[in-house]
């Protein structure tokens, strides 16, 4: 049962638009939210993060706001550049343990 | 300076063959975790160590087990790897398992099974 959803597989943006990616929860439970950054042939990279506490949080261009009431957790990146086209993974933690979603394949066209 | 390190980065092995993969970190960080990656789906805890603790999942086969000889080494021995344990594993490390830190990946081993 996938607790950690991200239901759009892929999302073409132009450069210097903002790219908004999504993802849904289901465990009420997880009290910390994080995404990560994944090239090809390359593991995943942290990206920004957010405690349940909190509904955003900002570094630069990247803002993950939370909603905890529809458990939905968002990540705007603008402008968006060329070099963002990567793989976005979300993820959450509950306890022990860290629940990801299937991810979303981002392309910034030029 | 890389910081979680997984070697080899691409392993093949025959059906029924033990295969081991490595993951080496530098960060001294407490926990690490095994992680089973299938195309298109979301990355799977396989099991964690806490320190020396092992902390296996409910439902990671017993086909898969794990070493972690010191803090900076760990290892998954596939003992009897099938067709369906094709797949990445993605080796990470975090801090402690409470703190709002972020896990820190290595690159991944792609696991091929003939």
């Known amino acids: 049962d996938q607790q950690v959803k991200q239901n759009s597989p892929s999302l073409s943006v132009q450069e210097g638009r903002i790219s908004i990616l999504n993802c849904d929860y289901t465990?009420?439970?997880?009290?910390?939210f994080l995404w990560y950054k994944k090239y090809p042939a390359e593991g995943p990279t942290f990206l920004i993060s957010?405690?349940?506490?909190?509904d955003k949080n900002e570094d630069g261009r990247f803002t993950v706001f939370l909603n905890k009431s529809a458990k939905h957790l968002s990540l705007h990146i603008v402008p968006s550049q060329p070099g963002d086209s990567a793989v976005y993974f979300c993820?959450?933690?509950?306890?022990?343990?860290?629940?990801f979603g299937t991810g979303t394949s981002l392309t910034v066209i030029p | 300076d890389a910081m979680v390190i997984q070697n080899p980065r691409y392993q093949v092995t025959q059906f029924g063959k033990p295969v081991t993969l490595s993951c080496s970190q530098t960060?001294?960080?407490?926990?690490m975790y095994w992680y089973q990656q299938k195309s298109s789906q979301a990355p799977k805890l396989l099991f964690h160590?806490?320190?020396?603790?092992?902390?296996n999942e409910a439902d990671t086969p017993d086909n898969f087990q794990s070493r972690r000889p010191n803090t900076s080494f760990c290892f998954l021995d596939i003992r009897s790897p099938g067709l369906g344990d094709a797949a990445m594993y993605l080796c990470?490390?975090?801090?402690?398992?409470?703190?709002?830190?972020?896990?820190?990946f290595g690159d991944g081993t792609r696991l091929s099974i003939l």
């Open positions: 957010i405690s349940s506490i909190k």
């Open positions: 993820a959450a933690r509950d306890g022990n343990q860290f629940y």
């Open positions: 990470a490390t975090s801090r402690d398992r409470t703190s709002n830190q972020p896990q820190h």
């Open positions: 960060l001294n960080h407490n926990v």
């Open positions: 465990n009420s439970m997880f009290d910390y």
């Open positions: 160590y806490y320190d020396k603790d092992f902390n």
